[in-house]
């Protein structure tokens, strides 16, 4: 059972807005900052979001991170079938050091 | 062009022991802390290990405390995870991580196979 929760699964369309979610704590992203790592099979995960909402240079605008308390979110607007992928939340810990989220897998319908 | 290029995986019984090493290369190693990932197939991403800059201070999740050790060469670039004791449950991918605003790069990552 993973420190972070996200949805096992989310979908869209081509062009929809898709958000998912990474649910946490007080001693993990309710503290500090979330991190998002997107994952194509076979492949090793990349740096997606930093810091809660900042993105390396690669990413497109399209891919926006927010929080609200313990809860972090990654929003994909204008949804690509390049798009579809695993995602995982990241945070530091107090107690446990870096954790993950279960991951979430995105498919383009 | 930033790479770390991780070697020392393969196939262990039970209770034997393994060394990942991982090759750095393409920026400053020395000021850059570094981390253990690992992925077990088909499953989730998994902090392992953490170093600070001059190996001074660690950290590791509970299940590889006592049984793993993680350590770095900066002067060859290097960094490294003694596995010993491994369990079927340590199967997996094991990615040499770079923290620099979160992790990044990863490695391409090497097999771990515990098996009897």
């Known amino acids: 059972q993973s420190a972070l929760t996200q949805p096992p699964s989310v979908s869209g369309t081509p062009g929809q807005t898709v958000t998912i979610s990474c649910s946490g704590s007080?001693?993990?992203?309710?503290?500090?900052?979330a991190f998002w790592y997107q994952q194509f099979p076979g492949t090793a995960p990349k740096l997606l979001m930093y810091?809660?909402?900042y993105r390396p240079s690669w990413v497109p605008d399209r891919f926006s991170g927010s929080q609200s308390g313990a809860t972090a979110y990654l929003a994909i607007s204008g949804l690509r079938a390049e798009d579809e992928a695993d995602y995982y939340c990241?945070?530091?810990?107090?107690?446990?050091?870096?954790?993950f989220g279960g991951g979430t897998k995105l498919t383009v319908l | 062009e930033v790479q770390l290029v991780e070697s020392g995986g393969g196939w262990v019984q039970p209770g034997g022991s393994l060394r990942l090493s991982c090759a750095a290369s393409?920026?400053?190693?020395?000021?850059?802390?570094m981390h253990w990932v690992r992925q077990a197939p088909g499953k989730g991403l998994e902090w392992v290990s953490f170093?600070?800059?001059?190996?001074?201070?660690?950290k590791d999740r509970d299940s590889v405390r006592g049984r793993f050790i993680i350590s770095r060469d900066n002067a060859e670039n290097s960094l490294f995870l003694q596995m010993n004791s491994l369990r079927d449950d340590d199967t997996a991918i094991y990615y040499c991580?770079?923290?620099?605003?979160?992790?990044?790069?990863w490695g391409q990552g090497t097999l771990v196979t515990v098996s009897a």
């Open positions: 007080r001693s993990n992203i309710g503290r500090d900052y």
């Open positions: 170093i600070d800059e001059n190996g001074t201070y660690k």
């Open positions: 990241a945070a530091w810990d107090n107690s446990l050091g870096w954790v």
């Open positions: 810091k809660r909402i």
């Open positions: 991580v770079r923290e620099s605003n979160g992790f990044d790069p």
């Open positions: 393409g920026f400053t190693f020395s000021t850059h802390k």
